[in-house]
């Protein structure tokens, strides 16, 4: 069983930066695809980012292009999520998830759909004052 645990988070005001990572358990496995998503209050969950095995490619929401940045250090088993210019709209829970090494990598938008991923965080509070 896989065991993500998550650091980062908190309170920041309007225009500032927080660092989300997300370190996985399982380090004898190779590196897995990995997605960021969140929860606003009263919302549904949403895709947010992800990256692949070598963090060679990343996707990311409309909503955060040009303002996150999704990372990764293999040698440490972790990625992270860097986030500039944050909004009170980006005000979540943040998750991250992994996908089974053993599954094929995702392909188009079965990147942003929570099923790809097998495994979760435990989600880390986002707050972003105005």
């Known amino acids: 069983q896989v065991q993500l645990v998550q650091s980062g988070g908190g309170l920041v005001q309007a225009g500032g930066s927080l660092r989300l990572s997300c370190a996985s358990s399982?380090?004898?496995?190779?590196?897995?695809?990995m997605g960021w998503f969140r929860q606003a209050p009263g919302k549904e969950r949403e895709f947010v980012s992800a990256i692949n095995w070598s963090g060679a490619y990343t996707t990311y929401a409309d909503s955060v292009k040009g303002r996150f940045t999704a990372s990764r250090d293999n040698t440490e088993y972790t990625v992270s999520l860097q986030m500039n210019s944050l909004k009170p709209e980006d005000t979540a829970v943040y998750y991250c998830?992994?996908?089974?090494?053993?599954?094929?990598?995702?392909?188009?938008?079965?990147?942003?759909?929570?099923?790809?991923?097998?495994?979760w965080g435990q989600g880390t509070q986002v707050t972003v004052s105005s």
């Open positions: 998830a992994a996908v089974d090494p053993g599954h094929p990598e995702p392909r188009g938008s079965s990147w942003t759909t929570e099923k790809t991923y097998e495994y």
């Open positions: 399982r380090r004898t496995y190779t590196a897995y695809a």
